[in-house]
């Protein structure tokens, strides 16, 4: 069964530009969560998607977006990128069902410059 | 503020012995709790879990003890090879919100011949 896919790995972006990365889940699972990875702060919960509706949210500035679609796939986007966004961006998939274990893909290394 | 700590950034051990990785919480809302194994350049790898109804989980090498009333929990394993080196991350969520993980700093475990 094939893991969870994040696309680009690598990303450089200067500040003030927007971005996407894309997530797909393992196939049969319909929730999908993305987090932030920093050293300082560690692994931060930025949202949740199940059946194409934004299911949980973290702490995060609205420049932080993201959706899903049909078949599950998501993507996130941040707007006006700041140095402070420079990151591991993990995607999880999961069953989406009550303790059912979220499944990380291999991150996107954002940078900002 | 913290909510999951885990207290030791670092941990060496030789080949054949026991691991304990600590971990300890500061928020009563969690209910279930998992164990995360990362290689460098890799995302997290989910390794085991617990619910709170539960106090111990075992999984071949693998077992998770959960203290409740301590808000403590630890992760066992035995015997440790030279492949289970990497950052072990401790994570707590409520059932109702299962996908919104809280981390733990991660302790670094190294096991040597």
């Known amino acids: 069964k094939a893991g969870v896919t994040q696309t680009p790995r690598y990303l450089i972006k200067t500040r003030g530009q927007q971005v996407t990365l894309s997530c797909s889940p393992i196939?049969?699972?319909?929730?999908v969560s993305w987090y932030q990875q920093t050293p300082g702060q560690g692994l931060q919960f930025l949202f949740e998607?199940?059946?194409?509706?934004?299911?949980n949210k973290g702490n995060f500035p609205g420049r932080f977006s993201g959706r899903q679609f049909s078949n599950s796939r998501s993507e996130m986007n941040v707007s006006t990128l700041e140095l402070g966004d420079s990151a591991l961006y993990l995607c999880?998939?999961?069953?989406?069902?009550?303790?059912?274990?979220?499944?990380f893909g291999n991150g996107t290394r954002l940078t900002v410059t | 503020d913290q909510q999951v700590k885990q207290n030791s950034p670092s941990l060496s051990v030789q080949e054949g012995r026991i691991s304990i990785l600590n971990c300890d919480y500061t928020?009563?809302?969690?209910?279930?709790f998992l164990w995360y194994k990362k290689y460098p350049a890799e995302g997290p790898t989910f390794l085991i879990s617990?619910?709170?109804?539960?106090d111990k989980n075992e999984d071949g090498r693998f077992t998770v003890f959960l203290n409740k009333s301590a808000k403590h929990l630890s992760l066992h394993i035995v015997p440790s090879q030279p492949g289970d080196s990497a950052v072990y991350f401790c994570?707590?969520?409520?059932?109702?919100?299962?996908?919104?993980?809280?981390f733990g700093t991660g302790t670094r475990l190294q096991v040597t011949l």
């Open positions: 999880a998939s999961s069953l989406g069902q009550n303790n059912s274990p979220l499944h």
């Open positions: 617990i619910s709170s109804i539960k």
């Open positions: 928020n009563s809302m969690f209910d279930y």
């Open positions: 998607y199940f059946s194409e509706t934004q299911r």
């Open positions: 196939s049969g699972h319909r929730s």
């Open positions: 994570a707590a969520t409520n059932t109702g919100t299962a996908s919104k993980l809280t």
